[in-house]
């Protein structure tokens, strides 16, 4: 990935980084504590741009979810899975085969902090940016209607199309969740690139797969193609380059930010939850 100077000369600057993969207890404990150095009173205005992956199949779970409640903690077990708790809302999300993004800023000229919707959408532009670099057009929920899910789905993320979220053909092809304090918001989301809808719906207590599928898009189905990592986060950098007229300037993996922020964003509460006996990881991209 490159900072496009050239293209951006003058503009303001934001820090991105591609990490990798990582536990879902380090990459959860980063968001957060990002989110307590911007949040700070003396902190000045800055945005933060990640893209991450997991090292192995994990469940995050919505801040208010309860695994017992939506988990089927024994398959977890059995098959590698991990489950950490998100420091957002929202529903649960299988980090398998996707790339994650996180957005960490206090900056209001960028994000007005009373206006959470034009937060969603303006991230969700930049989104779609980059998605047409690889030539994939998508619409936005607002656009075509909200669709909700009770019962057999209610418990997992990519079944519910909120407002602003990113569609393909009215399908969920990327499901974000926010948490915002009074100066400074955090915001991630999952971007499906190969969807195993059979493990999702053994992951969750109560989850019909058929209808999962017709609820969710990934990546392999929209461009016919699994995507090489390298080339998506190049192409949603650019999207957000021009959606906000801004330099991405590439930083290393945070880990400066746990040391300095860690105790506060209390990394422990996201320990994994349940840990499988079984050593299964992600097939390569």
């Not at 955090?186 to 109560?206: A, M, N």
């Not at 990934?218 to 021009?242: I, M, N, R």
């Not at 330099?247 to 880990?255: A, K, Q, S, W, Y």
Request: aromatic share 8%; glycine share 8%; with cysteine.
């Amino acid at each position: 990935m490159t900072s496009h100077a050239s293209q951006t000369a003058g503009a303001a600057h934001w820090r991105v980084s591609y990490e990798g993969p990582q536990s879902g207890q380090f990459n959860m404990a980063v968001d957060e504590a990002l989110l307590c150095e911007v949040s700070e009173a003396q902190a000045p205005p800055q945005t933060h741009l990640r893209f991450y992956q997991w090292r192995c199949p994990t469940v995050s779970l919505g801040l208010s979810q309860k695994p017992e409640q939506v988990i089927n903690l024994d398959y977890c077990r059995s098959h590698g899975i991990e489950i950490v708790q998100r420091p957002t809302g929202g529903k649960a999300v299988l980090h398998d085969r996707e790339l994650t993004y996180s957005v960490v800023s206090n900056d209001s000229a960028f994000f007005p902090s009373a206006n959470i919707g034009k937060t969603y959408c303006r991230i969700a532009s930049a989104l779609q940016r980059g998605f047409r670099l690889l030539g994939l057009e998508t619409t936005l929920a607002a656009e075509t209607g909200k669709r909700s899910a009770t019962g057999p789905l209610s418990s997992a993320c990519f079944a519910l199309s909120g407002h602003h979220e990113v569609l393909w053909q009215g399908r969920k092809l990327v499901g974000s969740a926010q948490r915002r304090r009074k100066n400074a918001f955090l915001q991630h989301g999952s971007i499906l690139i190969d969807f195993d809808v059979t493990s999702l719906s053994r992951v969750l207590r109560s989850c019909e797969s058929a209808l999962l599928s017709s609820a969710v898009a990934d990546l392999k189905t929209c461009l016919g193609t699994v995507p090489p990592v390298g080339a998506l986060v190049e192409a949603l950098s650019k999207g957000f380059e021009a959606a906000f007229a801004v330099r991405l300037v590439e930083d290393g993996p945070r880990t400066d930010v746990l040391v300095r922020f860690g105790r506060r964003a209390n990394a422990s509460k996201f320990s994994p939850i349940g840990a499988g006996g079984g050593n299964r990881c992600p097939r390569p991209l």
